[in-house]
């Protein structure tokens, strides 16, 4: 199985903040990395599709790049809602397997 | 607006069949353009994908759960279903159903809630 490993596993920041969390792929997977973000007790949503298609309906402050098998999340401009969990999960090869996520919390 | 929505009994007894349901509202799953998917979380771990379904191209499954693991769909009620057998503690976990795209990259666009089964006698 593709191994995907994120980090950090947690970071603090601040409103307005710029912030940056990488997942690196076991094995080249081209482009095929999905983000998501997850708050406590909901699903995930779909943040970004392709290692940087932002999905629709995503704020423009969050950016994906990479290809490969490096990868990186990174939201500018930090907002209130922004605190959560963050996974990348890839689709190259199956079984899709996800990252264990990087939780962003408060400073 | 696509809904999902999963069903079905919050406990099961271990060696038993955990078995869930997700109802589908505002899209069909018969209709081929997405694929229809279980994906868990155990309590405080990350994601698990569990299985793909597609309606007119066969089911996909997560090798380590492929042998517990059966996918079914009921068209008219735009419904599909897990059935994982023989479980045991580790298979404590919220279970989501979720769509993705056929023909997109891998990606789960739609989400239900979850339902937390718990495995325990």
């Known amino acids: 199985d593709i191994q995907m490993t994120q980090s950090p596993s947690s970071l603090s920041a601040s409103v307005g903040d710029r912030v940056s969390i990488t997942c690196r792929a076991s094995?080249?997977?081209?482009?095929?990395l999905n983000w998501y973000q997850q708050k406590r007790g909901r699903a995930p949503d779909l943040l970004i599709y392709?290692?940087?298609r932002l999905h629709t309906g995503v704020p423009s402050r969050f950016n994906g790049n990479g290809s490969g098998t490096d990868f990186t999340l990174t939201i500018s401009g930090l907002q209130p809602d922004d605190f959560a969990t963050y996974s990348c999960q890839q689709s190259y090869f199956t079984p899709w397997t996800f990252g264990q996520g990087t939780r962003l919390g408060t400073k | 607006q696509v809904q999902l929505r999963e069903s079905g009994p919050g406990l099961v007894k271990p060696s038993q069949t955990l078995s869930l349901t997700c109802t589908v509202s505002g899209d069909s799953i018969s209709s081929g353009d997405h694929y229809w998917s279980w994906v868990r979380q155990s309590p405080g771990k990350g994601l698990e994908w569990i299985a793909n379904?597609?309606?007119?191209?066969?089911?996909y499954y997560n090798p380590s759960l492929k042998s517990r693991t059966t996918i079914s769909v009921d068209g008219p009620k735009n419904q599909f279903s897990l059935n994982l057998s023989s479980v045991t503690a580790a298979d404590t976990a919220v279970y989501y159903c979720?769509?993705?795209?056929?023909?997109?990259?891998?990606?789960?666009?739609?989400w239900g809630q979850g339902a937390l089964v718990t495995v325990s006698s």
């Open positions: 979720a769509r993705g795209h056929a023909a997109g990259w891998g990606y789960f666009d739609y």
């Open positions: 379904m597609y309606f007119t191209g066969g089911t």
């Open positions: 392709g290692a940087s």
């Open positions: 094995q080249t997977i081209g482009t095929n």
